[in-house]
């Protein structure tokens, strides 16, 4: 599968120390990023079996605790019965609660994610016009191809990780609705709105603390994992990237070890379509 990563012009320094950043969710310029909408800490089924269960429940030790004095205005049986009411009654209150404190708990998540989890977006695609104009300095960056199969995008801990490997984004016309109880994580780190369905975006997201590399610029933290020059296929440069740039770019990279295989693309404004067609290249 062929996936590729936008890059401003300023940006070849990445193909000598192979530093690439996988970045907190609050710095992407999509405002609903892990921010799904959670309807509930838990279903009314759940909640209810759960209160069933509560009330069940043996209160022998929490009445030995009581002062004498209650005690003796209230048998043990009596102190049983009571708190089984007491629970049982609160089932509507307790739902109202749980909805309200929803939102709270979405700010935590965030907060949470923001620290501990970076991610790399990628796209299928290196001809969108979109994507060059705003990820690749208005056409004058370029992008870099990257091996799927690679050793890099494939680190997961065990079967069921569903961090250090790559996910494809699904789009929605809805936000989804999640329940914490039982959360679809495709819901909470793999869904965007429609209007990005253009990017074809596929992610990897892996714990911060991994990291090559952290540098703080300003209050803002960036971390930076090493990849392996084997992980990069190809090297397209934008329609209107200076050819002296493109060119160092080049010749750097094909004569570097461990790079020997990279292919090379230009892409050009198409003469009679809103398109770019990409025309291979070699250096010299």
């Not at 759960?50 to 030995?64: F, M, P, V």
């Not at 209050?219 to 050819?243: R, Y």
């Amino acid at each position: 599968m062929r996936l590729f990563k936008y890059f401003g012009s300023n940006r070849k320094s990445i193909l000598e120390d192979r530093l690439i950043r996988f970045s907190q969710p609050a710095v992407f310029n999509d405002p609903f990023e892990f921010l799904p909408y959670i309807e509930s800490i838990s279903t009314d089924e759940e909640f209810d079996v759960a209160l069933i269960d509560a009330a069940g429940k043996d209160y022998s030790e929490l009445y030995e605790s009581l002062q004498v004095q209650a005690k003796l205005n209230m048998s043990k049986e009596d102190f049983h019965e009571y708190m089984n009411n007491v629970l049982l009654k609160l089932g509507p209150l307790g739902k109202q609660m749980m909805a309200a404190l929803a939102p709270h708990t979405q700010k935590m998540l965030y907060e949470e994610w923001n620290k501990n989890v970076g991610v790399l977006c990628l796209s299928e695609k290196n001809d969108d016009l979109l994507m060059w104009a705003h990820y690749a300095d208005s056409h004058k960056g370029f992008a870099m191809e990257f091996d799927s199969t690679s050793d890099f995008f494939n680190k997961k801990l065990r079967v069921d990780d569903s961090l250090r490997c790559l996910r494809k984004v699904k789009y929605s016309q809805k936000r989804p609705a999640i329940v914490l109880s039982n959360p679809n994580e495709e819901d909470f780190f793999l869904t965007k709105s429609s209007h990005w369905e253009y990017e074809a975006e596929w992610r990897m997201m892996i714990p911060l603390a991994d990291a090559t590399k952290s540098i703080t610029v300003g209050d803002e933290s960036i971390c930076l994992f090493e990849f392996p020059k084997d992980a990069v296929k190809s090297i397209t440069f934008g329609a209107k990237m200076i050819e002296a740039a493109s060119r160092e770019i080049m010749n750097d990279v094909a004569f570097a070890e461990g790079y020997e295989n990279v292919q090379f693309f230009q892409a050009k404004i198409h003469p009679t379509h809103y398109k770019l067609t990409l025309e291979e290249v070699w250096p010299y």
